[in-house]
């Protein structure tokens, strides 16, 4: 039933799939802790203002001065970028998954991702991910932000491809039912070693096996 419909295009979240989320709340505390930051005050003022800051509307400056830099600090925003940026770590099986993937089915890569445009930008370059990966249907690029389903039909209208013809991988359950509604083939990812079983099901299937990394 899976192989019903060839698979011509790989729709991808980048946090939790092929890095680490870029400025989630661990991250988060962990700046309070280098920065000696009150974590609570912290996370309020994050709350009130991510939503804004993750569809564009907001640049990392003006983020940041409205989370950490809206009093004195004896350190500067330079500085907290830095360490802002320096929080991600890549997955290397499963960027190494898609680029093998594109190659062999000749797929099309889209990613489909919440996340502010200086950080995206940045975890796009650092990790050279615009070497495999076609379009970014990136939240602050397109300023729609998943739940929302046009983000979803954008990415369709993008990649030029029936959702029927699609499989999509995303930590998060929710997204994977709303693009699930839509006819998009999902894959629910908690590791390497599942979704390579669950792509596999779908009729892609990846040679080169898998190491023991967990993700």
């Not at 920065?35 to 804004?52: Q, Y």
């Not at 939240?139 to 959702?163: C, G």
Request: cysteine-free.
């Amino acid at each position: 039933m899976n192989k019903a419909y060839p698979v011509t295009a790989l729709f991808l979240d980048i946090g939790g799939v092929l890095l680490t989320d870029g400025w989630d709340h661990f991250a988060r505390k962990r700046a309070a802790v280098e920065f000696n930051l009150d974590s609570a005050e912290m996370e309020i003022r994050h709350h009130l203002t991510f939503e804004t800051y993750e569809e564009g509307k907001l640049s990392l400056e003006e983020y940041l001065g409205q989370v950490v830099f809206y009093q004195d600090r004896p350190f500067t925003l330079a500085q907290f970028r830095k360490f802002m940026f320096a929080q991600t770590k890549p997955f290397p099986n499963m960027i190494d998954l898609a680029r093998r993937l594109k190659e062999k089915y000749r797929l099309k890569i889209v990613v489909v991702n919440n996340e502010a445009r200086e950080l995206n930008i940045h975890r796009i370059r650092k990790f050279k991910l615009d070497e495999f990966v076609d379009s970014f249907i990136s939240s602050s690029f397109v300023h729609i932000r998943k739940p929302d389903m046009d983000i979803f039909r954008l990415a369709l209208d993008i990649a030029q491809t029936p959702a029927r013809q699609v499989v999509y991988l995303e930590d998060t359950p929710l997204f994977v039912q709303i693009a699930e509604s839509l006819g998009i083939r999902s894959i629910l990812h908690s590791d390497y070693p599942t979704t390579h079983t669950k792509l596999a099901s779908f009729g892609l299937q990846n040679d080169g096996g898998f190491t023991s990394e967990t993700s």
